[in-house]
C-alpha cells in the first residue's frame, strides 16, 4: 500500500522536487481576456508573467472542476490511498470541488482511503504542508499518519508575504483604489499573512520604504518561529530573482534553518502579488 499525494496549481515550490516525489498537480483555470488556459499545463509561468506585464485587467482565475480531480483520483494504482491537500477554502472553491470529486470517487469505490485536506494556505506555505507528507509518503510511513501530520502542518504553518507594489490588489478590488493610491504614492509596503482561522488575508502592518519593510519581514520570522534548526523555509518570489536571493542571504544569517527552497510564484498568487513580491513559509513550532 502507498500513499498518492495529491495537490492543485497554486502551489509554488519546485516543479522538480514535486515530480521526485511523485506529487500529482491539478491545474487551475486562468482567463486572459477571452484566452482559457490551464496553469502550468498550457501556460507556463515565464509566459505568464510576460502577459500580465501586457494586460490592462487582471487574469481571472476558477477552481478545478470535481471532474479535474476525480480523473486524477482514477489515475492512481487501485492500491494507492489517496491525500488531496487543497488550496485554502477561504480563497478558492478548489478544496469544496475536491470534496465533491471525494464523494464521487466513493460511489464506485467504497472501500478506497481518501481524504481531503483545506490547507488554510496557498503558494509555499501549500507547498511546505505537500513536501512533508509527500517525504513521509515515499519513506513509506502509514496513510493514517501522513494525514495527521498534514493537519498539524495546516494548523502550525505560516504563510507571509510583503508587495512591492499595491496596483494590483487595487485592481483586482482588494484594496480601495483611493487609499491604495495615497499608499503608493508614499512608498508604503504591505506586510500579510494567512489568517490562521480560515486562510483568507489579513494584513499584518504597512510600512514606508522598502529597506525598513524587509527588515520587518525578517524580524517576524523571528517573532513567529521557534526551533527553527529543525525547519525548512520556503521562499517565493514574483518575478524578481535576485532580489528573492538576496531575501535569503539575510535570513541565513540570522536564523539557522536546516533547508532553504526557493520557487516561482505562479499565476494564482504572483497575480495578486504583482511584480516583485516576496513570500515566505514555514512551520512555526
Known sequence: MATRIITDSSVDFPEELLTELNVSVVPLNLLFGDEEYKAGVDLDTPTFYQKLKKSKELPKSSAPSPQDFLTKFQEASPEDDILVIALSGALSSTYDNAVLAKRMFHEEHPNRKIEVINSKTASSGLGIIVYHAAEMARDGESFDSIVEQAY?????????FLLDTLENVIKGGRLDRVRGTIASALNIK??????????????????????????????????YGHNLEDKVIAVAHSNCEDKAKALIEQIQERYPFKQVILSTMGPLIGTYAGEGGLLVAFKKH
Not at 490562521?196 to 502592518?205: A, N, P, R, T, Y
Open 190 to 223: 504591505l506586510l500579510m499573512k494567512a489568517s490562521d482561522d480560515d486562510g483568507s488575508l489579513e494584513v499584518l502592518d504597512k510600512i514606508r520604504g522598502n529597506k525598513r519593510a524587509v527588515r520587518q519581514f525578517i524580524q517576524k520570522i523571528g517573532d
Open 152 to 160: 498539524e502542518y495546516t494548523e502550525d504553518t505560516l504563510t507571509m
